[in-house]
């Protein structure tokens, strides 16, 4: 590995791993961290390139976030975890579902998609400008370079096909809110392939785990009394 992942922890007992969304960083998830260390050992992990976590030299691509986060969990020695991603997060935590599923106590996805059409168009659409116009730029300027890369994730990624998800065999939880960015019925695919994952929509828009944390929280640690 070219780099080592900033991260916070908090807590002890089983690891509890957060992937943030496109863009953020670990602090995105203020509020599970605040709710679930009294029972977790949680760690709010930044995507290399975001937050306090270098850019490095590898490619900035899922796969390669992938093996980021095997790297990080084989650098702290945890065998398996519980993980919950949301938007691009939950990209990664399905990617390394694929990948390393043995390293996956439970499976959490919030606001995941299999690729860019399970956007609704009215968000992807500027997306995919705004992706052309730092594009352009991206040879005169870091921060429209920085910007690509950022948008291109969303523009060029992920891609997983739907039946690929039918070899996950890990305890999931698929949570969207009900305004989600993600459409719903790309969110019910996502449910649907993953053999008896669970599926919770509540009320909010693409960021319910920051916005209404404390519904969110009590969904999640609803399913987590179930199969723990």
């Given at each position: 590995m070219d780099i080592s992942l900033y991260y916070q922890e908090r807590g002890t007992g089983?690891?509890?791993?957060?992937?943030?969304?496109?863009?953020e960083n670990g602090e995105y998830f203020i509020h599970q961290i605040e709710h679930f260390y009294k029972n977790y050992r949680v760690l709010a992990v930044d995507t290399r390139g975001h937050g306090k976590s270098?850019?490095?030299?590898?490619?900035?691509?899922?796969?390669?976030?992938v093996e980021d986060l095997n790297d990080f969990m084989n650098e702290?020695?945890?065998?398996?975890?519980?993980?919950?991603?949301?938007?691009d997060g939950a990209n990664i935590a399905m990617k390394f579902a694929l990948k390393y599923p043995h390293k996956i106590k439970v499976l959490i996805l919030n606001g995941g998609n299999l690729n860019p059409r399970g956007v609704k168009r009215t968000i992807q659409i500027p997306i995919e400008i705004g992706y052309k116009i730092t594009k352009a730029f991206a040879g005169k300027s870091e921060d429209a370079k920085r910007n690509?890369?950022?948008l291109g994730l969303m523009v060029n990624e992920p891609n997983i096909k739907a039946d690929e998800l039918q070899s996950i065999h890990i305890p999931t939880l698929v949570i969207a809110g009900t305004k989600d960015m993600i459409t719903l019925a790309h969110?019910?695919?996502i449910a649907k392939n993953i053999p008896n994952a669970k599926l919770s929509i509540i009320e909010g828009n693409h960021f319910i785990a920051?916005?209404?944390?404390?519904?969110?929280?009590?969904e999640v640690e609803i399913f987590l009394q179930t199969v723990i």
């Open positions: 089983i690891p509890f791993i957060l992937l943030h969304g496109n863009g270098p850019r490095g030299t590898a490619p900035f691509t899922i796969e390669q976030f702290l020695g945890i065998s398996e975890a519980i993980i919950l991603g949301f938007s690509m890369k950022l969110t019910k695919e920051n916005k209404v944390s404390k519904e969110f929280n009590k």
